[in-house]
């Protein structure tokens, strides 16, 4: 059923993303207009109720940070990150999902930043690697196999699979926080104008539209249908490492096009 459903809006991401971002723009920062207070036991229904949205999401993040902060831990940060969303944006509609998704998802990110999971020690080896896998792609001419980089770098498939997921944690990382600066920025500390929510959009939506076909469903697989890298592989018959690759390169190239 998720193949099923993954292949028929493959071509159609962009615009389903874009516009999900587009109606939580600018609300990371200010409560929405005309929000209403709601009592604790509304809260606490609604929390109940997005509970599963931040399971899913410490599902994603857990494998990618290494056991840096406990799953139970995750958990309770991503809740915190559910209420603040919930207090912002008022009574749940059909796009409350989306911005919840972007706060739980920053709250994780801050507290891992904030306790430092990339030791100097551990960043120092990971730009090693990434020099090597960048010297063996331009001898190659090519971008090489998993064994190719693996052996060049002299350490177990298992190793460089830590690896990749620790270089796609950071760039995911990245990526998040200039979406929030972007938010912070074009609203100019109030809600954005429809006009901004439809500037944004579109610029997701052409950022989304350079990426090729593998890509966009990668990061639709990701990001809209919540799938875990090892479930993302299994649909798409590809290792973990390269569901990696593929993000990160998707993301890199969205990053690109916003910031040029």
């Not at 993303?17 to 609300?27: H, Q, R, T, V």
């Not at 207090?87 to 972007?102: I, K, N, T, V």
């Not at 002299?154 to 995911?172: K, P, R």
Request: aromatic content about 6%; some cysteine; glycine content about 8%.
């Amino acid at each position: 059923m998720v193949y099923a459903a993954t292949e028929s809006s493959a071509g159609n991401y962009g615009g389903g993303y874009a516009e999900s971002y587009g109606e939580s723009y600018g609300e990371s920062y200010e409560v929405r207009a005309g929000a209403q207070p709601m009592s604790a036991k509304d809260e606490q229904k609604h929390l109940t109720a997005y509970a599963p949205l931040v399971k899913r999401i410490v599902r994603q993040l857990n494998s990618q940070v290494g056991g840096a902060i406990d799953r139970e831990d995750m958990e309770q940060i991503g809740l915190m990150g559910l209420l603040e969303a919930l207090r912002r944006y008022g009574e749940p509609d059909a796009a409350f999902g989306s911005f919840a998704s972007l706060r739980v998802r920053g709250a994780i990110l801050d507290e891992l930043r904030r306790q430092d999971w990339r030791p100097r020690a551990v960043r120092q080896q990971s730009h090693k690697l990434r020099d090597g896998v960048r010297a063996l792609t331009r001898k190659l001419g090519r971008e090489p196999t998993e064994a190719e980089a693996a052996a060049s770098l002299g350490i177990t498939a298992e190793e460089y699979m830590a690896y990749q997921l620790d270089e796609n944690a950071e760039v995911m990382a990245s990526f998040d926080d200039m979406l929030q600066e972007g938010a912070a920025e074009g609203s100019a500390g109030s809600a954005p104008s429809p006009e901004e929510q439809l500037m944004v959009r579109r610029s997701l939506e052409q950022a989304l539209n350079g990426l090729n076909e593998r890509e966009q469903r990668v990061v639709q697989m990701y990001y809209e249908f919540e799938l875990s890298y090892k479930e993302i592989a299994a649909v798409l018959d590809l290792t973990d490492a390269r569901v990696c690759q593929l993000n990160k390169a998707a993301l890199n190239k969205m990053k690109a096009v916003l910031q040029g």
